[in-house]
């Protein structure tokens, strides 16, 4: 393509940032799955501008795995893009990279704009053959002449910078990814926050609390605001979320809303269209108090754990302390740093579980009554959450529990004695999260050091053992939980790589690269489906299975 750009007179932007502190001048391309069978839209976006008035570049795919598709119509490419004026884009162009195809486009208008937006729209469909989970980059090209950014002044910006962007096979059926923005309805691209807690689910709908505080409800499929009467733009709960927003269901099991906790001390009830039936702002109280967990509903009551390493219970109808006296878990922490767990609540057995900084797993009756504190790993927390399997008897309600010692402890719920616990020898590397059931005595855990261990408690006497199933490389730090989807281990890392580990060996490993940043805790909406979210502000929906 001609560098025609730099005679021109060039032009505007609209939109705002994808995150507040992003640096300037920044084209890019976005982590996108893409559904078989169908084009899905792929923006460009442009980053934080200074007064950018025209860009010419090329971009570069692999044609054995996507195809980029012109639209119907003509020119609608740039439809609504923040660069309005003249514009052109070109098809299989001839590439710079063997073997590889490429896309070529140039925009030019007639004032500069220095606010972040959608520059143009391609359409991405898998090639035909592509298999589920493949990746593959869609890049600029390498050619430095390919990428020309200019000013309002016809001069050339050097500062400017292109991000290449990840294109993840979905299936026929599942597929998609959108940036948190887009999700709640913005015409273009406005602020897309960061997510810094998980996802959640009622299995219709896809939760989600962005740092930028809005609630969101999605719709599975293809990540659009849900239906029903919640708000398109989102709910603002009031303060940041670390945990998950948690649906509730009436004694029908009809869906009956959402529960949100923030780091500055406030809890919310959602109602199902989005209005905020109660809030309790427990910082009001107490000075400094935040809450990290995720709630825990049970006995008409909503169950909390703070900040300052506090028990506290709410009634799930008007948000009010219920009356019952707070329980004070564990003294001793710094400040405004939480150094329990999030509760588990029992609900055969009516009860709380809450794991400590103390190394110990602490039981309450459901008016916080302490009714046991069961010792497990002196000087080391647990800040994970128990994994509660409820069982009949004679046999015992098990809890499991990963520790910072990296041990995973087995304990009799009801009794409150230890049953045992799994050690994975001298490289064990703390437990952040929670355990997750494969079946009544089986879990797997994964720990900071990216390692997937499975551990059982059976026999009688009941006796526990383990085993490391796999490592996965640059997995370090992980502390996010795992799911279990059919025998199937899913869970993300701190690289943006999502795990697929079966448990009985039916089918090979996978690692699926969906981008850069950490991943949140998953979500399994429906039967087929999985979604993750990432500490950048993007969501993607994934098949469990080709």
Known sequence: MKRFLLSLLMAGVAGAALAQTAPQNVFALGNHVLKQGVDTPIDLILVNPTKIAGVQATLVYDPNVVQINAPATAGSELSGGIIQGFGAVNYEVASPVPGMKAVSFAIAASAGASKTGKVLTLLARPAAGATTYTTTPLTFSPNPDDFVVSNETSDPITTATAQPGTLIIGSPTVGSSRFLAASAGAPDVTVNPGISGSVSTNENVVFVVGDDQILRSLVPGDLTPSAGGFPATGVNVGGAVQGRPVPIYDTAGAFGGVIVATTNGRVLRVN???????????????????????????????????????????????????????????????????????PSFIGPAASIVVGGADGSVHRYQPDLTPQASIALSAGSAITSSPFIFPRTAPDATLGFVGSQNGHVYVFDVGTGVLVGDYNPGETASPIQNSPFGVSATQVVVVNNAGELHSVTASGSPLAVAGSKVATFSGAASNNQSPVVIGGNVWFGDTTGTVHFVPINGSAAAKDIKVGANPLTSPAVPNSGTIVFASTDGNIYTLPTGP
């Open 272 to 342: 199902t269209d989005g209005t905020i039936k109660w809030t309790q702002d427990l910082a009001a109280s107490t000075a400094g108090l935040g809450i990290t967990s995720t709630p825990a509903v049970g006995n008409g009551k909503v169950y909390v754990t703070d900040s300052t390493d506090t028990l506290r219970s709410l009634d799930l109808e008007t948000g009010n302390p219920t009356g019952d006296t707070p329980a004070q878990i564990t003294t001793g922490q710094a400040a405004g740093t939480q150094g329990v767990s999030s």
